[in-house]
């Protein structure tokens, strides 16, 4: 492993690296880093031409494909907010986040298999007229102003790209869109150099270079799936697009494409690795594991080092830009997230510190304790129309754990989730860590089951 990685300042140099290499691929196509880079420049000039100023919003609602990533670097090469939308919202959704943002283009491709596909974009016209709607994909007369496919292919004179990203070190340049305490999304705003530094710090743990391959299934709406995407464009390296996993297909990628970078969630992985013929599959070709977005039980962690054959990165992290990983084995089959936590750079928030708080009284727990887990924030945590949090100097997350003495950290559930037995806390990942160590027990859940003694009983399941 090596220290955080220094990456090409934008796409621009990538491309001028690396113009005739394969950048993206999916079903449909493949792109060369020239052919990236021209498509972008044309929607760039397209979003101009609408209007579109430094700092706007343009919300992006599509599936995981090449587009949404040309959609991030055009509002990028306009100085524009990107504003990933979950492809899953419905029209009311899509139209409050619209609204909330105040965006000038909302880029919109349907969801396969709904049943009225296009509502989403009739709800953000009735809603908001004055957005400009760009349709990606055969959309019904009267739907969109615009159609995606006919600005991409513009000719050449109006794709050029500007040679450094037009954002000052604090202006926003994407909005993560995050759950928040009153049930509406929350929009975190990133800037370029907290988000270049985020993706370094990545870097340096796997190492990505003009060789890999990059199997790209997660959400680009999402913090971790749109991160590694970019990362690996800035590397020079191949992604491969999968609109929507499925453990079949994934393996047939895997083969096919020889892929060397695989992310996912534990459950993608379980997935995976219950679906994997070798008489079928190849998956020698795999470096890398990149688990993250809930705890890995060291079980599962054995069997991707033992069947996969490729090394793990485990990270634990959220959307408001704190994270902590590791790519230690031994960390990783105790169940470990390990002990490096992101510092950000200047007038960012992340001091590369975590603690252990006492849910009850914030007071900080020792170790082997079990409390929430926090991160030092130099500065509050800022959000889009939303009032900033971690002005006490930590981020609070919300989510059950504990160091050991090392420093290690361990991630056990969420702070709601604590079963109050007879006034007692009881983390409910720190039983089910003891039951699947039973050779009998495959997995394992636990739960808080009313009591009229106890107010709450352990329930395992």
């Not at 044309?42 to 579109?52: F, N």
């Not at 600005?151 to 993560?176: Q, Y």
């Not at 929009?187 to 710090?201: C, D, Q, R, Y």
């Not at 007879?422 to 039983?431: K, L, Q, R």
């Amino acid at each position: 492993m090596t220290g955080p990685t220094t990456l090409p300042p934008t796409l621009e140099d990538a491309c001028a690296r690396w113009p005739q290499r394969v950048a993206i691929t999916d079903q449909r196509q493949a792109l060369t880093y020239e052919a990236l880079r021209r498509r972008v420049g044309a929607l760039a000039a397209a979003y101009t031409r609408l209007g579109v100023k430094p700092g706007d919003r343009v919300v992006c609602q599509l599936p995981t494909c090449p587009e949404f990533l040309v959609a991030l670097f055009a509002a990028w090469a306009c100085g524009a907010v990107h504003v990933g939308a979950d492809k899953d919202l419905t029209g009311s959704e899509l139209a409050w986040l619209v609204g909330h943002t105040d965006a000038a283009v909302v880029v919109f491709g349907p969801r396969p298999g709904a049943t009225e596909p296009w509502e989403p974009v009739h709800a953000v016209r009735q809603a908001h007229p004055g957005a400009h709607v760009i349709a990606h994909g055969a959309a019904p007369n009267g739907t969109a102003h615009d159609s995606l496919e006919r600005l991409l292919h513009a000719p050449e004179r109006d794709s050029s790209l500007p040679s450094k990203a037009p954002f000052g070190a604090d202006d926003p340049a994407v909005l993560f869109m995050t759950s928040g305490t009153t049930g509406r999304p929350k929009g975190v705003i990133e800037t370029i150099p907290s988000l270049w530094a985020k993706m370094g710090f990545l870097a340096g743990m796997f190492c990505p270079g003009s060789e890999d391959v990059h199997l790209m299934y997660l959400p680009l709406s999402h913090a971790y799936g749109m991160k590694l995407a970019v990362l690996g464009l800035l590397t020079g390296g191949r992604v491969v697009m999968l609109d929507r996993f499925t453990p079949a297909e994934t393996l047939r990628l895997i083969t096919s494409e020889q892929a060397t970078v695989l992310p996912g969630t534990p459950a993608h992985f379980r997935l995976v690795l219950d679906n994997l013929d070798p008489a079928c599959h190849r998956v020698d070709s795999l470096r890398w594991a990149l688990a993250s977005a809930a705890p890995l039980p060291p079980a599962l962690a054995r069997d991707i080092y033992a069947r996969l054959g490729a090394d793990v990165l485990y990270t634990y992290g959220c959307s408001e830009g704190f994270l902590t990983l590791t790519a230690d084995r031994e960390e990783i089959l105790r169940g470990s997230v390990g002990r490096r936590a992101f510092h950000g750079p200047e007038d960012t928030s992340p001091t590369g510190t975590l603690a252990i708080l006492d849910p009850d009284n914030g007071s900080h727990l020792p170790a082997g304790e079990v409390g929430e887990i926090a991160f030092g924030a130099s500065r509050p945590v800022r959000y889009w129309a939303d009032p900033p949090v971690a002005t006490d100097g930590w981020y609070h997350t919300g989510d059950l754990g504990r160091v050991d003495a090392d420093g290690c950290l361990y991630v056990l559930g969420r702070l709601k989730d604590l079963v109050n037995r007879g006034g007692m806390n009881v983390a409910p990942g720190e039983v089910e860590a003891v039951l699947v160590r039973h050779p009998g027990v495959a997995d394992g859940a636990v739960v808080a089951t009313p009591d009229a003694v106890l107010g709450e009983a352990i329930c395992a399941c």
